[in-house]
Each structure stands twice: as C-alpha cells, then as structure tokens.
C-alpha cells in the first residue's frame, strides 16, 4: 500500500473486513520484522459500546490481532485512554476489550496510569505517554465521527489517547487545534484502519451514529482525515488541524492525490454496499429527523449516509426549499423523479453523482438544486 492510497471495504462483518484490509495493504511486509513491539490504538473515549456511534468496534481490532498472529507477530499491545471524565479500565470493560484481550492474550495498556516525557513536536513540547514511544509501529484505529469542538474527530485526533491527562486539559486550554496537529509530527501512525460503521453524526460521545457499514485503511493521517472530511460534509478547510498537520510535514492533506480502492465480496464492491445497508437500524434521534427528508429504497449504507451528513450540513432552511424529498437507493433504477442522489438516480430530472457520493459531494449538489420562490 502506498502513502497516497486509501482503501474502502464495505460489509456487516467487521473482523473479516479488517483483516481483509490487512491482507490488500500488505500489512506484514510494511511492518516487516516479527519482532517489532506493534500496538493497537483504538477509540475508548467513553465507556459506551461501539453501537452508539463513539468507540471502535472491538471486532476490528479482532480482525487485526488474527491476521497477525497468522503471520507471525506476537509482541502486540492494546493502547489508549479515555478522555479526563472517564475511566479506561471501564471502557476496556464496557467496549468488549478485556473479553478480547482473554481471548488473543493480548495485553492492555491503560495510558491514564503511564509514564509520559516532553517531546519536541514541531516546535511544541507535548508530554507522550512512555508504552506509545516504546511502539516500533503504530495501527492507528479511530472512528470517524462528529465532535463537538473540532467537527470531526478521526486518524490525528485519536492519538490524543497516547498522552496524559494533565496533557489533555492543556490541549483543551489552548483550543485542541494546534497542540493535535505538532502531536501528530511524533505520534506514530504507521498504518490506520479507520472505524466507519457507525460513527456519531456530530458529537464524539455518540448516541446519534449514522450507519455506513464500511471500514477504510490509509498510511498518511493528513489524507486520512481529509478523505473522511469529505465523507462527512466538510471542506478540509474547516477542519484546521488538517492544515496545519501538512504545514508541520505529518502528511499530504490535497485529496485529489489520493487513490480511492473499494474492495467488497465475493459479488463486488457493489454488492457489498447492499449487503452492509441490511444491517442498518432504523434511524432514531437528530438521524430520524434528517431522514424525514429521505425518501429511501434498497439504499447502500454508506450512499444513505453521505445523504445523512449532508442534510445535517444544510441549515433547517434550507432543508425546507428542497423540492420534496431527496430519493436514494437502488430501488429507484430505472425510475423518475424529481431530486436524487447516487448512480442509482441518474434517471431523475436532478441526479447527484457517486457511488456512494461522499457527504460534501451531496451537500454541493444539494445546494445547487434548491427550491428558489
């Protein structure tokens, strides 16, 4: 896998994608040594199963850990800590990773009861926890979802995991922008397997995940988070810590020098897409009132949940020019119609492109197709 590559798979079986993901990127030959102290930093900000939109699903890192134990490492560690509120003993607990550190043998690290050391990032000194530095690679396993504060949270705002937590409340104090983006000029990210099956709509606590039944992979963290902005609605520009992670040389933040490699099942990308929308919940909260503008059919999940982000996006104003409801899925081949979105609308008077569009992909054509009085 190359450092401009960023790989998509789609599927209701986490594990098996993740490991799947390993097996394209050709994981054994980027960390190379069997010997290597590897570590897993998965998203245990609260004690909340992974369900609800705000931690990693513990079968991802499943996924990881047999893939590679089958080819011959063993020196693995399981890393993070929850944010200042929360305890990580428990979320371990809560979030379904002691019960898979029984089952691998694989070790938890609690970075909440580390040792930490000022490092120079950037021009920054940040205090880093001492099991982070001693890594010789890093998999880095955010979620991508909402936040309150920065919008999106995902490959170079996990890593704030890796530090203390007198650390954290200084980073809150200077407006986390700044102090994520020299983190991460240190902060290893060797390979990142980024959680996408249902992370929150706007909010890194959860309790509003948007399914999308998709995992991604990806060796740069800048381009990392700059594909997931868009798939969120957002510009890269309004994410800034992306910006400034480029200036200081932790990676490429221009999407367009990205290559995008869907991978499914046995059927196809395509049908893998289908296959993962029949897991779907039904969408309850701030996501079912965004849905009340949806008009849904056999839909993929994630072509429904770039709808979803970009209609939370769009001011309530907006919303109310669109001319009815915004149709999508597959269930509208062949059919007409006023306004839709995905190939599987390209007979509608107004259709959006992609398959599946990214959110900031149907938030621009959203907007471009308003009801004018």
């Not at 694989?106 to 982070?132: F, H, N, P, W, Y």
């Not at 992670?245 to 395509?270: M, Q």
Request: hydrophobic share 40%.
């Amino acid at each position: 896998m190359e450092k401009n590559e960023i790989f998509v798979i789609y599927g209701k079986d986490p594990a098996a994608m993740a490991a799947r993901l390993a097996e394209e990127a050709g994981l054994a030959d980027l960390i190379g040594d069997r010997k290597k102290r590897i570590g897993l930093k998965p998203n245990l900000v609260v004690s909340r199963p992974a369900s609800e939109g705000a931690t990693t699903h513990p079968e991802i890192a499943a996924g990881l850990i047999a893939y590679l134990k089958k080819n011959g490492f063993d020196n693995l560690a399981i890393l993070e800590g929850s944010w200042v509120g929360d305890r990580t003993a428990e979320a371990f607990s809560v979030c379904g990773y002691n019960k898979l550190s029984k089952e691998t043998g694989v070790e938890l690290i609690d970075t909440q009861k580390d040792r930490a050391r000022a490092c120079a990032c950037g021009g920054m000194d940040i205090e880093i926890c001492e099991s982070a530095l001693a890594l010789d690679f890093m998999i880095n396993l955010p979620v991508m979802k909402g936040h309150c504060q920065t919008l999106l949270t995902c490959a170079l705002k996990n890593n704030k995991g890796i530090i203390p937590n007198r650390e954290k409340r200084r980073f809150h104090s200077l407006g986390l922008t700044v102090p994520i983006a020299h983190l991460n000029t240190v902060a290893r990210n060797d390979f990142i397997v980024v959680d996408g099956i249902c992370g929150d709509l706007d909010f890194e606590e959860g309790g509003n995940p948007v399914y999308a039944g998709r995992l991604f992979a990806a060796r740069d963290p800048v381009l990392c988070d700059a594909w997931a902005a868009g798939q969120m609605g957002y510009a890269v520009s309004e994410i800034p810590y992306i910006g400034l992670a480029e200036k200081l040389g932790a990676g490429c933040a221009d999407i367009s020098r990205a290559s995008v490699r869907e991978f499914g099942g046995e059927g196809g990308s395509g049908a893998a897409k289908a296959e993962a929308a029949g897991g779907a919940p039904r969408p309850e909260g701030k996501v079912g009132q965004l849905a009340e503008h949806i008009a849904e059919a056999e839909a993929c999940s994630a072509c429904y949940a770039g709808l979803v982000f970009a209609l939370s996006r769009m001011s309530r104003t907006e919303r109310g020019r669109l001319e009815g409801k915004v149709s999508v899925g597959q269930g509208f081949r062949g059919k007409k119609g006023k306004l839709g979105i995905g190939r599987c609308c390209s007979g509608f008077s107004a259709s959006g492109p992609g398959c599946p569009p990214g959110g900031a992909e149907a938030l621009k054509f959203l907007r471009e197709h308003l009801y004018t009085p």
